[in-house]
Every structure is written in structure tokens, then in C-alpha cells.
């Protein structure tokens, strides 16, 4: 087990799924964690999961108000931190000529705008050597049908890290991204899926994951921490977590 003692890290987006990973593993290393989220189902869930020694947030990760009080949250409840996970994130699976205003604002205002602000909200916060790890995607790249807004909200959170990671150089804040594929998770990354739409969707991860599996949500923490803690001569990068989905790998025919 890493020990994190000592560290201080915020995890939006970080009641279930892959940012409820990252959080189990800080804490279990003696860190002092924060994670946010917005479903009260999920939120109740992590109090339980994580238990009293996390502090667990209900955010709107889309909100600049809620982003705005977010920090004077953190402020109050840590101080300073060493670690930033942005994680929050939605998905609207629709074809290109069916997005509308309204699914097109709700990806972006979460993935991409909220994203933005919450690092500029919290960089200040961030000790001189901390660091910050955006969640990407496999999407955010390589033109997947269906997925025309997501992919160009994640796709953005790559250009921020290359350029955040630029502008934190003098305080040595590294910026990073991590890049899952085909994760298991609760909502499989798309809210709002019937039991049958997920078992499909996750029949055609399998399919296309040249690992043929779906990837956990463990595997996705260990890679965030890697670029977060580890990773010290690492900074500007995007690290897949996808099986060889995203890299070309083919799958041996038989």
C-alpha cells in the first residue's frame, strides 16, 4: 500500500465510479480527501463507503457558483492540497443530426467549462510540487459515431493540461490527463442506460477492446495516482487506460 500520509487531495466527480476508486486508495494511505458529487443516491453511498474520515461535497460540477463555493469549501475544510483530481463527467450518446442545444450544453458545461474553472478555482490552492490529473477519454480521439459532443468536450480537458501544465512550471504543479477506455462503473460512463442498454454496451466494449475486457475502475485509479504522486518528471501527457483500444493494437485473429 502507498502511503499518502500527509497529503491533501480533491476528487470531483468523486462519489462512485472511478473517482470513488481514487478516493478509497488515498484513504487508505492516510490521506485527507474531499471528492464531490451531485446525485444524492451516489453521494449517500460514498459517505458509507468512504467513511468519516473523507469529507463528501454535494457539487454541480457544471456551476460556477457551486465551483465558486467548492473552493471556499476546500479552503475551510483542508487549506491547502497536494492533488487534484478533475474526474466529474456526463455523456449523451446521440447521433450527430439529433444534438440539441440543450445536450450539447449539458456535456460541455460538465466535461469542459466546469472542468476549466474548477482547476482555475483550485490551482491557487494547490502546494508549490502538487499536481493536477484531468479524466480524459478513449473518445477524445478517432471519430466514434454517437459521440460527436462528448468527444470534443474531452478532447478540450487535453489542450487545457497541455497548457495549464505550461503556465504551473514555476510552482513544479504537474498537469496530466488519464484516458480510460471501456471502464466497469456503475453507469458505464453513460447516466440514464436501462440495465439492457448497459449489458449491450458493454457486450460492444468487449467487442472493440483489443484486451477484450472492459477495464476497472482500480486500474484507472492506479494510473491517475501514478501521474498524480509517481510521476515526477511527467507533466503535459495523456496516459491511456484502454486496452489497446485507443493505440491501434489489433486483437490476433484465430
Known amino acids: ?149 462528448y468527444s470534443g468536450s474531452k478532447a478540450a480537458l487535453f489542450s487545457f493540461t497541455q497548457v495549464i501544465a505550461s503556465e504551473l512550471l514555476p510552482r513544479n504543479i504537474r498537469v496530466n490527463a488519464v484516458s480510460p477506455g471501456f471502464i466497469d462503473t456503475p453507469s458505464m460512463g453513460i447516466p440514464g442506460l436501462s440495465d439492457e442498454e448497459k449489458a449491450g454496451f458493454s457486450a460492444l466494449g468487449d467487442q472493440l477492446t483489443p484486451m477484450r475486457r472492459h477495464g476497472g475502475v482500480d486500474e484507472v485509479a492506479r494510473a491517475a495516482l501514478y501521474l498524480a504522486v509517481d510521476a515526477t518528471f511527467t507533466t503535459g501527457t495523456k496516459l491511456p487506460v484502454d486496452g489497446g483500444l485507443g493505440q491501434g493494437v489489433q486483437y490476433p485473429q484465430q
Open 1 to 149: 500500500m502507498t502511503d499518502y500520509s500527509g497529503k491533501k487531495a480533491v476528487i470531483t466527480g468523486g462519489t462512485h465510479g472511478m473517482g470513488l476508486a481514487i478516493g478509497k486508495a488515498l484513504l487508505a494511505g492516510g490521506a485527507d480527501v474531499l471528492v464531490t458529487g451531485y446525485n444524492p443516491r451516489n453521494i449517500t453511498t460514498a459517505e458509507v463507503e468512504l467513511g468519516p474520515a473523507a469529507h463528501v461535497v454535494r457539487s454541480n460540477a457544471g456551476s460556477l457558483d457551486d465551483i465558486e463555493l467548492l473552493g471556499k469549501t476546500v479552503e475551510e475544510k483542508l487549506g491547502h492540497i497536494d492533488h487534484l483530481f478533475i474526474n466529474a463527467g456526463t455523456a449523451i450518446l446521440e447521433p450527430f443530426a439529433q444534438v440539441t442545444e440543450a445536450t450539447f450544453d449539458q456535456q460541455f458545461h460538465v466535461n469542459t467549462k466546469g472542468a476549466f474553472f474548477v482547476a482555475q478555482r483550485l490551482a491557487p490552492l494547490i502546494r508549490d510540487g502538487g499536481s493536477i490529473v484531468f479524466t480524459s477519454s478513449v473518445a477524445d480521439e478517432g471519430g466514434t459515431p454517437g459521440m460527436s459532443v
